[in-house]
């Protein structure tokens, strides 16, 4: 699926004041601006960033497509090099630099948080650039994305769960979820509330306090009933013993074959461009579009049915669920593109 020159546009610049690498990455803008949110974290090397953000970027197309949004798909990354540390100093130049940056792009990418920012830095975004959302309630936007894209993804599971275990109940199942950052840590507490028991894992132990905890070695092949990847990507592959897998980290599998081995191991994968999708839809429903928040919210609780829809197909047609996924995102970039390939 990848070919040369996949991606539409593509930015990376030295920060003026940071010393950091920025990028921007548009991977496609068929269905209307490209929409993604800004990643700030430390990089091997600053073409480590690069490859993430065109990774990123393309996740989005896919996200936006199958979540119906009128958006391409885009990401920024602030690729901070592992041996300098993230001050608040060096944050805000590089926030800057990238803001700037996004400038340039006029409105036809459209910026919002992800890992490593937050609503506050958007703030601070605006001051560069005007395509930027997810502000605070205090300043006209609609405040963390965190909580939609959680409801989505709670949404996703209780589907999965209703394709596995024949009910949508969380109550009494062993979930055990990767990353308890803004995401993943609203998830572990909704599905504990709604009588899961939650398993937490975390580089940084102190986030999982008043969890059971497991090591983060190993934890992907931990025996559960749900397992929810909530932090960074490639980690899904062979090895998963647990019987369903759904949560918002972005590029979750290790590679596309990683589809096929879970499908033979008779696990059920919802792609994580389906189930992460809260956030964005909720978003820019509201903010781009123009929505009241309980119709976003319903938009929001949609992907249940998106997830129902690609399960089933994955398992009468015997393919597998980001075949499923893809082919539905696909066709909607043909639409938009009257038929024409690319
Ligand atoms: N971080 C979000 C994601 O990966 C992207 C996002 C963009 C969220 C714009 C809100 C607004 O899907």
């Known amino acids: 699926m990848v070919g040369p020159w996949e991606h539409e546009e593509v930015v990376t610049r030295l920060g003026p004041r940071s010393g950091v690498p920025v990028t921007v990455a548009v991977h496609s803008r068929r269905l209307g601006p490209a929409a993604g949110g800004i990643r700030l974290t430390q990089y ?106 959680a409801r989505g993804v709670l949404a996703a599971i209780r589907a999965g769960l209703t394709a596995v275990f024949g009910s949508p109940s969380v109550s009494g199942r062993r979930v055990v979820v990767v990353g308890m950052g803004s995401v993943g840590s609203l ?54 013993r647990a019987p369903l897998v759904v949560g918002p980290a ?18 059920v994968w919802v792609p994580d461009f389906v189930a992460g999708a809260g956030g964005v839809i909720y978003t820019l429903t509201r903010e781009a579009e123009g929505l009241d928040p309980e119709a976003a919210m319903a938009r929001v609780e949609a992907i249940a049915g ?16 980001l075949a499923e996924a893809v082919a539905l995102a696909d066709g909607r970039l043909n639409d938009a593109a009257g038929g024409r390939r690319s």
């Not at 894992?201 to 969890?211: M, V, W």
């Open 187 to 240: 998830l572990a507490s909704s599905l504990r509330s709604a009588g899961a028991s939650v398993v937490a894992a975390d580089l940084i132990e102190s986030r999982c306090a008043g969890y059971e905890t497991v090591p983060v070695a190993g934890v992907y092949e931990t025996d559960a009933d749900v397992l929810v990847p909530a932090a960074v990507g490639g980690v899904v592959g062979a090895g998963v």
């Open 44 to 149: 091997p090397t600053w073409q480590d960033g690069l490859a993430d953000a065109l990774r990123l970027a393309r996740g989005m197309t896919y996200k936006n497509a199958v979540a119906g949004l009128p958006f391409g798909g885009g990401k920024s990354v602030i690729a901070v090099p592992s041996t300098v540390p993230v001050t608040p100093s060096l944050r805000a130049d590089a926030l800057a630099d990238l803001g700037e940056l996004i400038a340039t792009f006029d409105g036809s990418y459209l910026a919002g948080p992800d890992i490593g920012t937050g609503p506050d830095d958007m703030v601070y975004l605006r001051s560069f650039a005007r395509h930027v959302f997810c502000l605070p309630e205090s300043h006209g936007g609609t405040g963390p994305s965190s909580l939609p894209t």
């Open 306 to 321: 998106t997830v129902e829809t690609v399960l089933a197909k994955a398992a009468a047609n015997g393919t597998t669920t």
């Open 250 to 267: 972005n590029n979750q599998l290790r590679s596309d074959d990683a589809a096929a081995a879970l499908r033979d191991a008779g696990i």
